[in-house]
């Protein structure tokens, strides 16, 4: 890309994709961006105690709608004075509809990256039209509803793992006698796990997160009593284990969801940490991993029994494909990745950076700075504060609208613009 963007990233407030938040902001740091970022998990523990304040549901959704009207203004208190090139919100972050408005009216071009199966999560109806670019972990039937709602630049951007988070690590003997078992899983109790778990109970196996609590037929494999677990333990757990299922939620089928068309992040997760997956089959899980070298798949709890027995038998072809799987993911399968991609799209469908768009644009904070905000062009600088940039067109532009007798500053600006032209 060149010269690096200003990027404000805002983050949702609560819920499972509250760390890709996180690993968004380190990738595009990473890859040379300056971020600001929104984080508004602060928030959480305000936002969910509304449930405890009335047992009246209108009330509730006043509440909440309030709440997300502060969180919203909060939120751009912060953007605005950033002076961004691009806003990046994720899943559910409370940016409304009057704020993108107003980001839209600055020229500042803004991005979501929706995170979730758009069949369970519809406030994509409403966000999709909303943003300027809008990415998904889907695509296929989801582009079509996408054009019917409105968006303007829509994108396939699947899902990864962070480099400096998923990394394979020494365990201690403790920590393998904690987290280890043959076989792991990681995640809340979705309808078809629950069912498809209870024919794994009688092996060594562990069931790690939370939302599991009425399924009693689990509660002696289910860890710390459904606790949610933090990403530095899923992270143990993915080192510690020999086997590491990754079943793909669903609320309605009875284990695999044969139409399943979306990848998550606990499958390049997995792998990132060297970990050994059997994950259920997915539609477009072969546009990223090498089906039977790099993953193995399964469609049925006989099937994955049996390959729990083959590869528990076979520790050389599990750790081989653990590896295989860690390369691929090291390669192609980063956050910083997704991020190269996701500005490359923009650039490619109407955003141009500020190093195209403008003839040496600059910060006039940094401007004022670097002159001395108690000096002669300092305080001619001043007035130009609440641009978001400022080029020397801008400058020539400001003098000649103005009557009377030049200033020593205003002489020098005209003569570097004769200069340059």
């Not at 933090?230 to 669903?250: G, M």
């Not at 799209?345 to 910060?363: I, L, Q, S, T, Y």
């Amino acid at each position: 890309m060149g010269k690096g963007l200003r990027i404000a990233v805002v983050g949702p407030i609560y819920g499972g994709s509250l760390p890709i938040a996180g690993y968004c902001v380190a990738a595009l740091r990473n890859l040379g961006h300056e971020v600001e970022f929104i984080d508004n998990s602060v928030h959480s523990e305000f936002y969910l105690s509304i449930d405890g304040v009335t047992k009246s549901k209108p009330h509730r959704d006043i509440l909440r709608l309030k709440f997300e009207e502060f969180a919203s203004e909060a939120a751009m208190a912060r953007i605005v004075p950033f002076k961004p090139d691009l806003v990046l919100a994720l899943a559910q972050a409370p940016l409304q509809g009057t704020a993108l408005a107003c980001l839209r009216e600055q020229g500042i071009a803004t991005a979501f990256w929706f995170v979730e199966d758009f069949r369970h999560m519809g406030y994509w109806k409403v966000a999709a039209s909303q943003y300027d670019y809008f990415f998904t972990i889907q695509k296929g039937e989801f582009f079509d509803r996408l054009r019917n709602v409105g968006a303007r630049n829509a994108a396939f951007l699947p899902m990864a793992a962070s480099a400096e988070i998923h990394r394979k690590m020494e365990l201690s003997p403790e920590e393998r006698r904690d987290f280890g078992s043959d076989v792991s899983f990681v995640g809340a109790g979705y309808y078809n796990r629950r069912k498809l778990f209870e024919g794994l109970v009688d092996l060594d196996f562990r069931i790690w997160g939370n939302e599991w609590g009425s399924c009693p037929a689990l509660r002696g494999v289910l860890q710390r009593d459904g606790a949610r677990v933090t990403t530095e333990d899923s992270v143990k757990i993915f080192n510690a284990a020999r086997i590491n299922i990754n079943l793909h939620s669903s609320a309605y089928h009875e284990g695999v969801n044969p139409h399943g068309d979306f990848v998550n992040p606990r499958t390049f997760e997995i792998p990132g940490c060297g970990g050994f997956q059997l994950v259920d089959s997915r539609s477009h899980l072969g546009d990223f991993f090498e089906i039977g070298r790099e993953v193995i798949c399964f469609d049925s709890l006989g099937d994955l029994r049996e390959k729990i027995a083959h590869y528990l038998a076979h520790p050389g072809e599990r750790e081989a494909v653990a590896e295989r799987g860690r390369q691929r993911v090291l390669r192609d399968h980063t956050y910083e990745r997704r991020m190269e991609a996701m500005i490359d799209f923009v650039v490619r469908n109407g955003f141009v950076p500020p190093w195209k768009a403008m003839r040496e644009r600059e910060d006039p904070d940094r401007l004022i700075g670097e002159a001395g905000p108690e000096t002669d062009l300092g305080r001619y600088l001043a007035r130009f504060a609440n641009a978001r940039s400022l080029k020397l067109d801008d400058v020539v532009r400001e003098i000649r609208s103005e009557r009377g007798e030049l200033s020593r500053v205003e002489r020098i600006f005209l003569a570097l613009n004769a200069i340059g032209r």
